[in-house]
């Protein structure tokens, strides 16, 4: 039976959206097709589910979500009753149930709704649907002990109509009474409770939002600019040097359109980082002249200039009475209320409570949940050389937000913060450190000059050699100051790795360091070694590789099940290429006798069961392999790069292996999500203790 888990609140304002998020972050974790129902719904666009849509890559048909709209549901329950009201939506719900393992169920949202006791409908039809509530309890305004009474009466109103109660959250409380509310309802509860402080970020709108609530003309601006949170106003009217002491960071400045020296003087704050400023905003229908516009692009590229025809006063009544919507448009508050879902809850005890199957599948998506999750779970320094690129300060943003890792970022640090202050990239909990003037600099210089003195480097050579972003980041780690580094998206692979064999080394027990692809096919994962660091190992090495890969792949919940791949299988073929594996599978097996390994094995013997069947009856690998060791690099390269485009699987990595402590290498073409899924496989191998 498809098991549903129905998020309900008891009034509006509740700001619910960060638990519907967050639900459906753990339930996909855990099961291949989530199904998204809302028994009723308003007219127009519903942002949620085109986030929880585009996010999710959910294929569910948007027509089957919804049971009725609002206007439909009070003429039917005026009508007919609400027991054919009730009956007709849960038909409707179960159509989408059938299909799915578990349904996310979004109730009411007690916006003029015109249905009378809302709360016992929810009740109800939670009940009907056979799902588990949580409920969620607004706390803006309140003070701590009205948001503690009304946390309790919600759950009694719920448990009383006969629900099953699987917790409650209590959301935008003042962060100052959080912790005391927490251990207040804690106590006095039969379930479990988490509070959520307030977030800014979250109720902020984006600037394109405001744009378009104003009807706004947008005069300068790249959608990335306009992506950015206001998180405050501030009008201008002063002189200069007064009205620059008043911007804060993230504000929208809104001052008249015929006020150029306060949008250039605004603009060239934000080129310089004090502070980094949302936008302008310009009232009365004024531009700037082409003159003045052509200077503000140059100050601040990407920054937005907005220009609205009501004057200052409408104009700021009606900023203040907007408010930040989780939506597709607006992914990266998306990541700040999934961070701070994770934060607050014990998203581990809700998905036990929850009881969704665990699916036998494991999608990509599934993986990449699976490594942000075991990386939050003990959270590691890892080090960014390439701080300035775009890329990067991206995937940063995202990792912070998500509170996936601590970041140290290396680079010119004036340069970071303009380039993540024009991008809306929040990296005020980063470590941001520029080699070149750094204090660690002649410490690692002469740290380095002893290892590697007995290739004549000096003290003074080694100062330069230390300066680059990837030997600083590489003795960063090796000193202790981060825990693991990535870096390759604007470097090369040597340039990346060749500190890290100098300075870290190898561990004791590997001969070699070599790599794996996790390679994410729809619905599985393999592993893939060694794809990208060794051209063509020998038998002692290959065998290395392969229980390195074992490890790695245990590591990160793979079960390690080893094919040592050759073009022949067993004793079918020979040569000094089928000699090499055979030999290295027999030094595995006898280091490793715990391992199951199978070799030599043709490719589609080791994963396909019917051939398995055929060429190694009996074998407990064939068939059935999930690391794949390439006996040279110009095959497995080739192999994983066809498997990824022809298969459309999903390629993470190259993951190294072997290092006393981990360094990760990126593709010059690495995505945002490459970059973020990266960092954490990193942070996950640097969780286990290095060898020194």
């Known amino acids: ?51 929880l849509r585009a996010r999710y890559r959910l294929s569910q048909d948007a027509s089957t979500v919804y049971g009725l709209d609002y206007h439909e549901a009070s003429a039917l329950q005026a009508e007919r009753g609400t027991d054919e009201l009730v009956s007709t939506l849960v038909d409707r719900f179960h159509r989408v149930a059938r299909d799915y393992e578990v349904v996310l169920v979004l109730g009411t949202d007690f916006a003029a709704t015109q249905l009378p006791d809302e709360l016992a409908l929810n009740a109800r039809l939670a009940n009907e649907f056979g799902a588990s509530v949580l409920a969620v309890v607004g706390g803006r305004g309140q003070h701590a002990e009205s948001v503690r009474a009304e946390a309790r009466n919600a759950y009694r109103a719920y448990e009383v109509l006969g629900c099953d109660v699987l917790a409650l959250i209590v959301n935008r409380v003042a962060p100052e009474d959080r912790e005391e509310i927490h251990e207040r309802l804690e106590s006095r509860l039969p379930v479990p409770c988490w509070v959520l402080p307030d977030e800014p970020a979250l109720a902020a709108p984006t600037v394109a939002q405001i744009t378009h609530a104003l009807d706004g003309d947008v005069l300068l601006g790249d959608d990335s600019g306009l992506a950015r949170d206001a998180l405050d106003f501030v009008f201008g009217g002063a002189m200069l040097p007064n009205f620059l002491n008043a911007l804060t960071p993230g504000c929208l ?7 150029a020296d306060l949008v250039v003087g605004s603009l060239a704050a934000h080129s310089a980082g004090t502070p980094p400023i949302a936008g302008v905003l310009l009232t009365l229908g004024e531009r700037p002249s082409p003159e003045i516009l052509t200077l503000a692009a140059r100050l601040a590229p990407g920054t937005p200039v907005v220009s609205v025809a009501g004057t200052s006063f409408p104009t700021a009544a009606e900023l203040f009475g907007l408010e930040g919507k989780l939506s597709a448009a607006t992914p990266r508050k998306a990541e700040t209320a999934l961070g701070l879902f994770e934060r607050y809850v014990d998203t581990a005890a809700l998905l ?55 970041l140290t970022l290396l680079g010119d640090v004036e340069q970071i913060r303009k380039k993540a202050a024009d991008l809306g990239a929040d990296l005020a909990d980063a470590q941001l450190i520029d080699p070149q003037t750094s204090e660690l600099r002649d410490r690692f210089a002469a740290r380095y000059a002893q290892l590697r003195a007995h290739r004549g480097v000096t003290v003074e050579l080694a100062y330069d050699v230390v300066a680059d972003v990837n030997y600083f980041g590489t003795l960063m780690v090796q000193e202790g100051l981060a825990d693991g580094m990535v870096s390759g998206s604007v470097h090369s692979t040597a340039a990346t790795i060749r500190p890290a064999f100098e ?40 065998a290395d590789i392969a229980i390195q890969s074992a490890a790695t792949a245990e590591r990160f919940g793979v079960e390690p099940r080893i094919a040592m791949l050759s073009y022949s299988t067993g004793t079918s073929g020979s040569g000094a290429d089928v000699d090499k594996v055979r030999e290295a599978t027999e030094l595995v097996r006898t280091r490793r006798p715990d391992l199951l390994i199978e070799g030599p094995i043709q490719y589609d013997a080791a994963v396909e069961p019917s051939v398995a069947a055929t060429k190694l009856p009996g074998s407990k690998v064939a068939g059935q392999a999930s690391v794949l060791i390439f006996p040279d690099l110009n095959t497995g390269n080739n192999t994983y790069k066809a498997v990824q485009r022809s298969a459309g699987a999903t390629a993470v990595g190259p993951v190294l292996q072997g290092l006393r402590k981990p360094v990760n290498d990126l593709s010059r073409g690495a995505l945002v999500q490459d970059i973020v899924t990266t960092v954490a496989i990193t942070a996950i191998q640097a969780q286990t203790p290095s060898d020194d």
Not at 354 to 374: C, D, G
Not at 379 to 405: K, Q, S
């Open 1 to 51: 039976m498809t098991r549903s888990v129905y998020v309900t609140g008891i009034d509006r304002g509740d700001g619910r959206q960060v638990a519907e998020l967050g639900v459906m972050e753990l339930l996909t974790r855990q099961v291949d097709r989530v199904g998204v129902f809302r028994p009723l719904v308003h007219d127009g666009p519903d942002r949620l589910f085109d986030l």
């Open 253 to 259: 400045v809104v001052t008249p359109g015929d006020r």
């Open 352 to 406: 036990k409570r929850v009881s969704a199957p665990s699916s036998t599948r494991v999608t990509p998506m599934m993986f990449e949940h699976k490594l942000l999750e075991q990386a939050r779970s003990d959270r590691r320094r890892v080090v960014l050389p390439e701080g300035t690129e775009e890329r990067v300060l991206r995937a940063a943003d995202v990792l912070l937000r998500r509170g996936v890792c601590d």
């Open 503 to 542: 300075i870290i080394k190898t561990k004791p027990d590997a001969s070699i360091v070599s790599s794996v692809f996790f390679m994410c096919l729809a619905d599985k994962v393999l592993a893939y070694g060694d794809c990208a660091v060794n051209p063509d190992p020998d038998a002692e090495q290959l």
